[in-house]
Nanobody
């Protein structure tokens, strides 16, 4: 069983920055891929960014050039640095972990975090 503990959400003005963190405990084989999804209201969760243990990263087009994902494999922690935030980035951000990228993109997660609210004001 993998547990994910998130931190770092909050309220920020448009153009500002926030950094999210997600610490994983449990089997490293369940955290081959770690990343972030976000959800607005009752809409479907959308992928934001993810990173493999190898360091390979993937980003949604909407955040490319503004968000940077990184991970510390020793600490089994993933980070999301969010710069140049826009109002449309407002959402609940969920950390997620999976055994493979195919599992990750199809929602077959080892675990989900509890979610952290990010609110960007104008």
């Amino acid at each position: 069983q993998v547990q994910l503990v998130e931190s770092g959400g909050g309220l920020v003005q448009a153009g500002g920055s926030l950094r999210l963190s997600c610490a994983a405990s449990g089997s490293i084989f369940s955290t081959i891929v770690m990343g972030w999804y976000r959800q607005v209201g009752g809409k479907q969760r959308e992928m934001v960014a993810d990173i493999l243990r190898s360091g390979v990263t993937n980003y949604a087009d909407s955040v490319k050039g503004r968000f940077t994902i990184s991970r510390d494999n020793v600490k089994n922690t993933v980070y999301l640095q969010m710069n140049s935030l826009k109002r449309e980035d407002t959402a609940v951000y969920y950390c997620a972990a999976a055994r493979s990228r195919s599992d990750y993109v199809t929602g077959k997660m080892s675990s989900w975090g509890q979610g952290t609210q990010v609110t960007v004001s104008s």
